[in-house]
């Protein structure tokens, strides 16, 4: 039937206008497949899917709840989109890909010349000219993906103090659509929002510890946050090359698993991922109901549960019965003998200091232009301080910028650094995630996805992929989170991690997709009414100029 109708599009607008909204797929729910078999039928075109959410970007992010998801939008996109729609219909599609809009973090570089800044958030970046694409970008570009536009972030991905997260000189604050003003935790905040209401098919994040992986359960979306060195990092502004990492952030495991396939794979540009396995999976194979049966799944209780609130305990109990259910087996307890010594040690921060004063200095000196004048780490510091109209939030007391500072004051890679480096590998490794599965023979392990779960993943570089797990009952007190935003709050979503030893994303992708299949977690709940875009591809579709109304009539 709907093959039917999708023939006839071609012939006539007018018979268009008589097909039902629930022809063409809910723009808040829409999955890559479901747009790609819009696009193959011509049901509706890349440039249309363009309009469509720009359109919802338009209602919510500056207006209405001014959830602040988007810094901008990309003014070649509708010639991008006229490119694929026109070398699809006369060549076919290049893959899964095709046309379809991806939204990036601010701290991944797009080519100025496309007419879009590369800036996590800061004005200090503002009009700068990157030398390159990012090494991902240029996997997605091949691959026929449009970039939409760029999310707002918590400005340098978190690494400048005591700010909200979601909050950046440039974006402003960022809000969750789960309830108004929620905290959109990040640093990928923009991402997170942007996927969880559909303003975009799919969505980039990055993460260094916590960075896909919070804002991926708060805002109640599939999140990868993949081993470091699977995805490049060139040309993504750093933090750490030692935990840096770029994933997709989605609706569902199964687009996460697409986007997955095509950024994976090795960049000269970026050695880390020249040690990865030969053969990139395609991770789309993983996507089976029944990937948990006979798998063992250790929950690491001690120190990791503590001091989560109650309703998160709750679901995630309810949670290992629906793993249960699913045929594995839940090792309970499958304690991490690190567990203590990772929630006092300062030992990721020795590191993280050392590599971004390296690693920021490298890319401000790497920039073609940089009008701002910032040029260093130095540099970004005393333009913060001068410009505190521009880089400093309402109401901001704490003028050190102590992050940066502490930063600075490194004098590069010493004893203590790579006593550090090493005592993290151990921590999350040997002693972390790596002894648990040897001790308890696990297949992987599952946490919520709140406090100290990504810190171990991230201080060893390994894989966590999260799912909606559930939401903060209606009763639940209202709590405060930065000078705009509210957490937690009635509604606000939270998620379940799976996570284990480097490159074991095919398997987890797998235990996510069976849990989300069974859980059917994330439409049990949605935004709120103001945080849902109303437009649809209908209503483009049917103003469109019907340039080809006689078209096959003659
Ligand atoms: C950066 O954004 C400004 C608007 O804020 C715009 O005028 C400018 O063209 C953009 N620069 C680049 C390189 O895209
Ligand atoms: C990458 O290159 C840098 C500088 O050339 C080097 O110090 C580092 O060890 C290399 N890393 C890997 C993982 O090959
Ligand atoms: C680093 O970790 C080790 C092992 O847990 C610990 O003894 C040491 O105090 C930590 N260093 C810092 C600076 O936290
Ligand atoms: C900033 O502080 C003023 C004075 O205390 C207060 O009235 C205002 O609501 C605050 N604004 C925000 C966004 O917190
Ligand atoms: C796409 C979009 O709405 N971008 C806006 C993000 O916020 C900044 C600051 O308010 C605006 O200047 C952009 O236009």
Redesign the pocket.
Known sequence: MKVAFASLLSFSFLITRSLGRDVFPDLYEASVSELQEGLDEGLFTSVDLIKAYFARIDEVNLQGPELRAVIETNPSALVQAAEMDAERELYGKRGVLHGIPILLKDNIATVASEGMNTTAGSFSLLDSIVPDDAGIVKRLRKAGAIILGKANLSEFAHFRGNLASGWSGRGGQAKGAYFPGADPCGSSSGSGIAASIGLAAVTLGTETDGSITCPSSQNNVVGIKPTV?LTSRAEVIPIS?HQDTVGPITRSVADAAVVLSIIAGKDPND??T??QPSVVPDYTQALRKDALVGKRIGIPRKVFLDGLDQPVLDTFEAALETIKLLGATVVDPADIPSAEEIVTSNNETIVLDVDFKIELNRYFSGLIKNPSGVRSLADLIKFNNDHPDLEEPVNYTDQSTQVLIESEATTGFDNAYFDALSIDRELGGSMGIDAAVKAFDLDALALPSQGFTSSIAAIVGYPIVTVPLGFYPDNFAIGIAGPETVYPAPGVPFGLSFFASAFSEFDLIGYAFAYEQQSQTRLMRKAFPEAIPSTQLQDIVENRVPTHVFKGLA
Request: charged letters at 0%; a neutral charge; glycine letters at 16%.
């Open positions: 060195g090359s050695n880390f020249l040690a």
